[in-house]
């Protein structure tokens, strides 16, 4: 009698056999988790941009005494809202203009121009901060004595909507 030492073909055959379907399991699990993860990153991306241009443009409004949505001519900036205000405390004038800037995909950046004046209007400090880069759209309206803000982010394939109302300053 002939004692063979190893394994058959059948046997090899049927452990490749598993570990392939193994292997694919474990690949289509790995593609659904980076998938997913993702997704998740880009509606993180677009609520946090969302909320930003919300935020900032709700602080400063809530100390507007002048707040305007048209854009300045004289200045090469694309403004979408200019807010100005005087300190109570200094009196020091305070000009913040939100500017649109192109991007990719059809949205928009926006920059964030902070300038505060003396009482001679002298300039005594300036900013530029970006605020967001995935803004689909935003509009600004006055339907009663608050303003509306409504913002659209997208970013990938996900897209969120946020709406803000800021009443006006009273004086």
Known sequence: MIKENGYSVL???????????????AGMTTGQILEQSRLNEDYATVVRQAQNFGF?????MVMARTVSTTDNIVTPDVEFITI?????????????????????????KVIKKHTIYDENGL???SS??????????ANLTQPNDAWRLTVE????EKSVIREYEVNKRVD
Not at 56 to 60: A, E, K, L, R
Not at 128 to 137: C, G, H, K, M, Q
């Open 56 to 60: 900032n443009v709700s602080q400063d």
């Open 84 to 108: 100005i205000w005087k300190d109570w405390e200094n009196g020091y004038k305070h000009d913040v203009r939100y500017i649109w800037l192109d991007s990719v995909d059809s949205l928009k």
């Open 153 to 156: 982010a997208r970013s990938g």
């Open 123 to 125: 300039t005594i400090d």
């Open 128 to 137: 530029n901060s970006l605020l967001a880069d995935n803004i689909y759209s």
């Open 11 to 25: 046997s090899l055959v049927v452990v490749i056999a598993i570990s392939s379907v193994i292997a694919l399991g």
